[in-house]
């Protein structure tokens, strides 16, 4: 967080969309436990600017980041929203690297908001040495074995496991709109 402290002004005198963006992740990311409001404060601003200037890379890194930190402080139908365009622009790419990043959050989102099955078979699908690192894919994975039970948990992760990158994303695509539904039910 001291270290992030003056980056924002520093890449606004630059005045280059790319660094400014970045800045606003970096910043967002640092703040993003200590500060949850000022986070997603910057991580929108730094989408904007993203999506403004053409840069679909730290759109993609800024709309990831937003994902938790909406479902948990914002706005889950907005988090929704982020994790559906990381994936759009992963697969379109052809990053099927980082695509995982996106299905693990969205994975979280899922648990979170009681949608187990479809989080945990999207959960083995994400996992891999990267997503395996994030403590709140973790949290979700072990919240599912617990409320599922191992069996059930298992069955469903090998059902994601064996899903060709275009079945999961089909698969992901419906859970958003599924889950979209069910939030847009309850705000009525």
Known sequence: MA?????????EATHNPYALSFALYAYGFALR???????????????????????????????????????EHGDPLSALDHIT???RNCY???NLVYIRSALATLAVVLDRLGRLE???????FAFDPLT???????TAIAHLRDVLGDQTYESLARKGETMTTAA????????????RA???????
């Open 85 to 87: 365009l990381v994936i």
């Open 3 to 11: 270290s992030a402290d003056g980056l924002i002004e520093a890449a």
């Open 33 to 71: 436990d200590a500060d949850p409001v000022r986070a997603l404060q910057a991580l929108r601003r730094g989408l904007v600017i993203a999506q403004d200037s053409g840069n679909r890379y730290n759109e993609s890194v800024l709309a990831i980041g937003l994902g938790l930190p909406e479902a």
């Open 182 to 188: 069910e939030l847009d039910a309850a705000a009525k």
């Open 132 to 138: 395996a690192r994030s403590p709140q894919f973790n």
């Open 118 to 124: 479809p989080a945990a078979t999207i959960a083995r």
């Open 168 to 179: 999961m994303v089909t698969y992901a695509y419906d859970q958003i709109d599924q889950a």
């Open 92 to 94: 379109d790419s052809g």
